[in-house]
C-alpha cells in the first residue's frame, strides 16, 4: 500500500527528496507532466480541460534537526514544526535519511527531584544518544549539524482497518491525492497535483505553487487531529476517526470558500459518502496560503483524521482514507461539469 | 457633516457580514458606489474593487477598507440543542453573555454561559448560542455548522456627535470611503476603492486587491482602539483620525506618511498617532508586501470598546478622516 511506503519514508520541512522521488516514481506512469520547480515542489499535471483544479498535499513531516553536537558525543535537537514535549522523551530516532538509530534520552529518574519528576521536561533538555562516547565518534558516522532527526516508526496494521505510523501529516494527503491522479481522468479538467514543501513550518510551498499554476480552485488535502479519547467532551474531538473524511470550516489560516465548501458537501451528501466536519478553528492548511495568492484563489481543505497527530505513532482508519479518495473523486466530477461558478 | 453619512452608516452596520461572508455587504457598497465611479468589479478573493479612472498614465492610488465584521462560527450542537461557537476575529468571550446575535438566515439567538462562570474562566468552550431550540436536530435545521453569527445591534446617537453600536468596526471605515467617492471633485490621479474581506480575521483580502489593481500608493482606512479601555489605546475619539506609524507586522511608509502629516497640518485637519502591538491588525502588511511591494500607509478611526455591542466612534473623526483623504488625493499627481 502506498500509504505504507509514505509513512515510512523520510522527509522533515527541507528535505522532502526522499517523499518526493517515492511520488515520482508512482505517478510518472499515470500524468501528463511531472516536474519539480525551484523550491522542491512536486507538480503534476493530468489532462488539459477548461477548468485548472489544484490538489493540494504537502510532502514534508515534522522532526527534529542536529542543533549540537556535544564533547561527550550526544546530539542536542531543534523541532522543525509543532511537537508536544510530554510525548518525546524515550522515543527513538532516526538521524539522518541515513536512519542512524538512536533514543531520546533524559536524565536519570534517582536523580531527578521529586518536583522535576513532575513536571514536563522541555526538548531541551533532551539529548539523542547513539551510543558514542565523544564527539569525533559522532563525526565518524557523517552526522553533522542541521542534519534531519525522524521519529523511528515503522508503519504497521493494528488491524485490518486501522494502521499506525509516523508522518500520516501529512502523508496521509499524499496517499489520497495519489490515488486521486492514479485513477480516472477528468476530460473537462486539467488537474494539477501539487506535492509541497515546507508547509510545517508556516505553509511555503503552496504560496509558490498557487502562484505559478494559478488555478482556479484549489483543494488542500490533510491529515487532521482527532483528539477522541477518555474522558473528552464530544465537542472538543476536533473530528472523529473512522466517521469519514473532514471537512474544514475555518481554521487559522483561512476561512474556506462559500462555493468550494458547498460543493464538498454537496458530492459527500448526494453520494452517500460518510463525512465530518473539523470542529476546531486553529492551525493552518495549505488552503489558507494557497487563497491569497494572485487577487485571490478559491480554496478548501479536506482532512483524514488521525489520532496522535505530530508524535512519533499516529493512527488512522483507512475508511476515511478511502472516504477522502471518493469525496475528491465525487467532487472533480461535479467541478468538471460546471457546478463550480465563482 | 451632511446627513447622507449618518444614514449610510446606519445603513452599513445593518447588513450581516462576518469575515469569508461578505456578500451582502459587496453587493450594498456596490449599489452605493456605482454612480460616483466608473467601473466596479468584485475580485477571485472577494473584494469589491471601483474605479474612479484618471487621466492616461496617472499615477494609482488605492483607498482600502475591511468590509465584513468580527462574528461567530457554529462548530457544534449540544444534545439540548445549543450552539458551541468559535470566534471569527477578536471577540472575547466575556463581551458576549448576554448579547444576541443574528444567523445568516435571520435566526436570532442569545449568547449564555453557565450562570456563575467566574470571568476568568471563561472562553468561547464555556459558552453557547441559544437559539430556542428543543434538540441537536432542531437546532441544526435552522442553523448549519459552519455557518456564522454576528451581534445584533442597532445604531444609536449619543452625547455630543457620539454614535454607538456594533459593527463600527469596520463598517465606519467603509463609510468614509463612501464620503470620499461622492464628494471627491476633480483630483490627479486614478482612485481605487478596495473594499477588503476577511479584515477581520487579519491580513487577508488586502494582499489579493492590492495585487489585481497594482496601485502606486495605498491608503488603508481601518479602526483603533480609543481610551478608555485598556492599555492597547493610544488615541482618543472626537481627537481626528489616527496615522498607525507602526503594527506588530508592518511599517507605514515614511515618505507617504509624511506627506498625509503635511497635508494634515497645512489644512489644519485634526491628526493623532498611534503605534499598534497587534500582529494581525487588519490588511496593511499584506497591501504593502503585495505585487512587488506597494506604499501604504493606514489610516485609523479611533473607537471605543472594539468588538463589542458597545463600539463608540465620533462623527467629528469620520468627517476629518474623509477631508483628510481628499485633501491627499488631490495632491497625488
Not at chain 1, 458530492?267 to 496560503?289: K, L, S, V
Request: aromatic share 6%.
Amino acid at each position: 500500500m502506498l500509504l505504507e511506503k509514505l509513512s515510512n519514508a523520510c522527509g522533515v520541512s527541507g528535505w522532502e527528496d526522499e517523499v518526493r522521488d517515492l511520488l515520482r516514481r508512482e505517478l510518472q506512469r499515470h500524468v501528463d507532466a511531472i516536474w519539480t520547480d525551484p523550491l522542491g515542489n512536486l507538480l503534476v499535471r493530468k489532462g488539459s480541460g477548461p477548468v485548472k483544479v489544484m490538489l493540494d498535499a504537502h510532502m514534508d513531516e515534522v522532526g527534529f534537526c542536529v542543533g549540537a553536537i556535544t564533547p561527550e558525543g550526544y546530539l542536542k535537537l531543534k523541532k522543525i514544526g509543532g511537537l508536544d514535549d510530554r510525548v518525546l522523551p524515550g522515543r527513538e530516532v532516526w538521524v539522518t535519511q541515513r536512519r542512524i538509530p538512536g533514543v531520546l534520552g533524559v536524565k536519570a529518574w534517582h536523580l531527578c527531584s521529586s518536583e522535576e519528576r513532575r513536571k514536563v521536561i522541555p526538548l531541551s533538555e533532551m539529548y539523542v544518544d547513539l551510543g558514542c562516547r565523544s564527539r569525533a565518534e559522532v563525526e565518524a558516522l557523517g552526522i553533522e549539524l542541521g542534519d534531519p532527526v525522524y521519529f523511528a516508526t515503522t508503519f504497521e496494521y493494528f488491524s485490518d482497518r486501522v494502521v499506525k505510523g509516523k508522518a500520516f501529516d501529512d502523508r496521509a494527503g499524499c496517499a489520497v491525492l495519489a490515488a486521486v491522479l492514479q485513477g480516472e481522468a477528468y476530460p473537462g479538467l486539467t488537474l494539477y497535483g501539487a506535492f509541497t514543501v515546507q508547509e510545517e513550518v508556516g505553509l511555503r510551498g503552496a504560496q509558490a505553487a498557487a502562484y505559478q499554476l494559478n488555478p482556479d480552485l484549489v483543494v488542500a488535502l490533510e491529515g487532521t487531529g482527532s483528539a477522541a479519547g477518555p474522558g473528552v467532551d464530544p465537542a472538543d474531538t476536533i473530528t472523529n476517526m473512522g466517521e469519514g473524511p473532514a471537512i474544514s470550516l475555518m481554521d487559522a489560516s483561512g476561512i474556506p470558500n462559500r462555493k468550494v465548501f458547498e460543493l464538498l458537501v454537496a458530492a459527500a451528501r448526494e453520494n452517500g459518502i460518510r463525512h465530518q466536519f473539523r470542529r476546531f478553528t486553529g492551525g493552518g492548511t495549505d488552503a489558507g496560503a494557497a487563497a491569497l495568492q494572485r487577487a485571490g484563489i478559491p480554496a478548501c481543505t479536506v482532512s483524514v483524521p488521525c489520532r496522535y497527530i505530530h508524535t512519533g505513532a499516529a493512527l488512522l482508519h483507512l475508511d476515511d482514507l478511502e472516504g477522502a479518495v471518493a469525496l475528491i473523486r465525487h467532487f472533480l466530477r461535479k467541478v468538471e461539469k460546471g457546478e463550480f461558478r465563482r | 457633516m451632511n446627513n447622507t453619512l449618518p444614514e449610510r452608516l446606519q445603513r452599513l452596520v445593518s447588513l450581516w457580514g462576518p469575515a469569508g461572508r461578505e456578500h451582502r455587504v459587496a453587493g450594498a457598497l456596490e449599489e452605493m458606489i456605482r454612480s460616483f465611479v466608473d467601473e466596479v468589479r468584485t475580485d477571485p478573493f472577494g473584494n469589491l474593487i471601483a474605479v474612479r479612472r484618471g487621466a492616461p498614465g496617472s499615477r494609482r492610488v488605492m483607498l482600502a477598507a475591511h468590509m465584513d465584521t468580527a462574528g461567530a462560527l457554529a462548530v457544534e450542537a449540544t444534545p439540548e440543542g445549543m450552539i458551541r461557537l468559535a470566534p471569527v476575529g477578536d471577540w472575547k468571550a466575556v463581551h458576549l453573555i448576554g448579547q444576541r446575535v443574528v444567523w445568516e438566515n435571520g435566526t436570532v439567538g442569545v449568547i449564555q454561559c453557565e450562570p456563575g462562570t467566574d470571568p476568568k474562566d471563561l472562553d468561547f468552550r464555556k459558552l453557547w448560542c441559544d437559539i430556542g431550540a428543543g434538540s441537536r436536530d432542531e437546532a441544526l435545521e435552522r442553523v448549519s455548522l459552519g455557518e456564522m453569527c454576528t451581534l445584533a445591534a442597532g445604531l444609536q446617537a449619543m452625547g455630543d456627535g457620539i454614535v454607538v453600536g456594533a459593527g463600527l468596526d469596520n463598517r465606519a471605515g467603509c463609510a468614509v470611503l463612501l464620503e470620499v467617492a461622492e464628494r471627491l471633485g476633480p483630483v490627479p490621479c486614478e482612485v481605487i476603492f478596495a473594499f477588503t474581506g476577511q479584515g477581520s480575521v487579519g491580513a487577508r483580502g488586502g494582499g489579493p486587491a492590492a495585487y489585481g489593481v497594482r496601485p502606486d500608493a495605498a491608503l488603508v482606512v481601518d479602526t483603533a482602539p480609543a481610551a478608555p479601555g485598556g492599555s492597547k489605546a493610544q488615541v482618543r475619539l472626537g481627537q481626528g483620525p489616527a496615522l498607525r506609524l507602526k503594527d506588530g507586522a508592518f511599517m507605514a511608509h515614511f515618505e507617504l506618511s509624511q506627506r498625509v502629516r503635511q497635508v494634515a497640518e497645512e489644512a489644519g485637519l485634526p491628526l493623532q498617532t498611534e503605534i499598534s502591538p497587534d500582529r494581525n491588525h487588519g490588511d496593511a502588511r499584506a497591501i504593502a508586501a503585495a505585487a512587488g511591494g506597494v506604499p501604504t500607509a493606514v489610516l485609523d478611526l479611533p473607537v471605543r470598546y472594539l468588538g463589542t455591542a458597545g463600539e463608540m466612534a465620533h462623527w467629528k473623526d469620520l468627517t476629518a478622516l474623509a477631508d483628510l483623504l481628499r485633501k491627499v488625493l488631490q495632491q497625488f499627481g
